[in-house]
């Protein structure tokens, strides 16, 4: 029999070695899913519990007014006319929604110290009936705050960070962020700050023979198209975030410039707060980070209408680390809600014990494999019918790290529970198999294999549906760690029932038979 003769007779061996090489590809060539970290040479991303770092596990903070009759005014009228009525809140701390029927609006206010009973009064005071009122946000927010914290890792190049809700029954769904590596109050300040950023107008006008000074918004986040890396400015000690404005909203920000006196034909000096020419601030969560004026040239482009043409703008801040903020603020945009930290809990690793975690999980799987040997060897007394048992459940295994590396899904207990779980029901499979085979008498033919096999493979595949029944729930509901262990339990049984299954069957076919 040739060469491509045997391949094609034992196709299912072939692509059990296929998916082997392509997991090693995977785990350990640059360019698939992410690159080895220092001490990591492979492509594997560790959880908290590997690698160290800090977890935040908490419900968002707010309250939320559903079935409110506001149907005919805007969200933002809405916003501002019950911000009017809580002291402390501010028209973004006011979410309003439309709901799919009439009278089915939500009203959310996001803002710390504001109870059920406070909003109640509130939107009584504020002339909108609503039907109940509950501690909590909507799912749009949770979902919102989710996707701009994971966005806020990712500009912020904490690598390997995860943020996921978990539902616990009888209690609020709370939110969770994982930072492998991160330190607890970088993780804090992360989850505590809004993020928020305005670029704000401030000038000196009179007001019955005294001064004061206005401030008046410019542009947000919202209105931005592109926004820059923190860098060192060229001509002083400062550093300089580009920015690029919406095309659509060019006109309304230059003459926004213009109104507040912030652009002139001359160059500016702010002297904030103190200032006799308009100042422009960068502000962030209610805290200036910087002010400063505005040069001639750019003045006058606004004045004389040239810059909405290209609508580009340079923002000064202070020190390095608040403009990398205020960089990945306006790319990832503001937090919804923040989290309750105080409702929720705090949990640290630290990277030494992360590695003793690793050693541990490395010797608990090898445990496995050897006790799992030790049965198989007993059962059967034959290396040859045990030894491709234990190499095909551990090529599972493997192919597991291949989509874990590629999909960058940390890996961490949950998940190291499940390559000892597949490990096990990998093996239990294949004696299976072995037992439905040879334990008829002797296999004389293909045909009297392959009848054998199937009766088998029968009893594998109700055991593997059964298995992905049960753990279905648990990798679709946001229950925490559970969730790793559920979906790579999951995978391994596709894998083995589509391939190592299959292939152990060829094997064993061909140590049985001489076809």
């Known amino acids: 029999m040739s060469l491509l003769d045997r391949v094609r007779d034992n196709w299912r ?10 997991s090693t590809a995977f785990l350990f060539a640059p360019g698939f899913g992410g690159s080895g970290s220092e001490g990591n040479p492979t492509n594997l991303q560790y959880g908290l519990e ?18 409110v009759a506001f149907d005919n005014e805007s969200r933002s009228d809405v916003a501002t006319a019950v911000a009017a009525e809580l002291d402390g809140a501010e028209p973004r701390d006011v979410i309003a929604r439309f709901g799919e ?61 995860s943020v996921t809700t978990i539902d616990l029954p009888g209690s609020r769904p709370f939110v969770s962020v994982q930072v492998p590596g991160g330190d607890r ?52 000690d400062q550093f ?17 410039f213009v109104d507040t006196g ?47 043409k290209n609508p580009v703008f340079v923002l000064q801040v202070n020190t390095l680390g608040e403009a990398q903020q205020v960089s ?55 290396v040859e019918v045990a030894l491709p048992m234990i190499v095909t459940a551990l090529a599972e295994v493997y192919a597991l790290l291949g989509i874990a590396a590629l999909i960058q899904f940390p890996v961490d207990l949950s998940v190291i529970g499940g390559f000892i779980a597949v490990i096990g029901t990998g093996v239990d499979d294949l004696i299976i198999i072995a037992n439905e085979v040879m334990d008829e008498g002797e296999v004389n033919s293909r045909r009297v294999f392959q009848s054998r096999f199937k009766k088998a493979f029968w009893v594998i595949g109700a055991a593997a549906a059964t298995t992905v029944i049960a753990m279905s729930p648990l990798a679709v509901l946001s229950l ?20 190592t299954r299959p292939a152990y069957g060829d094997i064993l076919r061909a140590l049985l038979t001489d076809q």
């Open 101 to 161: 029927q009439p009278g089915q609006s939500t009203v959310e206010v996001t803002t710390e110290g504001v109870s059920p009973d406070r909003l109640g009064t509130a939107l009584d005071a504020a002339g909108y009936e609503y039907e109940s009122v509950r501690q909590g946000v909507t799912d749009d927010t949770r979902s919102q705050t989710v996707e701009v914290l994971r966005s806020k890792i990712n500009e912020g190049g904490l690598s390997g960070g």
């Open 328 to 382: 990945v603020d306006l790319r990832a945009g503001s937090l919804p809600a923040a989290l309750d930290v105080d409702e929720g809990t705090t949990r640290t690793t630290a990277p030494a014990q992360g590695e003793s975690f690793k050693r541990d999980s490395l010797i608990a799987g090898l445990l496995a494999v050897f006790a799992v040997s030790g049965v198989v060897f007993v059962r059967y007394g034959e």
């Open 262 to 308: 912030v652009a002139q034909q001359r160059a500016t000096r702010c002297t904030y707060p103190q200032t006799e020419d308009p100042c422009l601030l960068v502000v962030r969560d209610g805290r200036v980070v910087n002010s400063f004026g505005m040069a001639g040239d750019l003045g006058r482009s606004m004045v004389n209408g040239e810059w909405q």
């Open 13 to 22: 061996v072939a692509l059990l070695i296929v998916l082997v090489a392509v």
């Open 50 to 67: 590997l690698d160290g770092g800090t977890e935040v596990r908490a419900p968002l903070v707010g309250v939320t007014a559903e079935g």
């Open 480 to 499: 925490g760690d559970l969730q790793g262990f559920a979906i790579f339990t999951i995978l391994g049984v596709f894998i083995g029932v589509f391939v």
């Open 240 to 256: 300089i975030v580009e920015v690029r404005i919406q095309p659509d909203a060019a006109q309304r920000v230059q003459q926004t």
């Open 185 to 236: 109050n970088e993780v804090l300040d992360l989850v505590n700050s809004r993020g928020a950023v305005r670029i704000v107008g401030y000038y000196p006008t009179q007001e019955n023979g005294t001064r004061t000074y206005v401030n008046e918004t410019i542009f947000t986040d919202e209105e931005l198209r592109r926004v820059g890396n923190a860098r060192e400015a060229r001509d002083s």
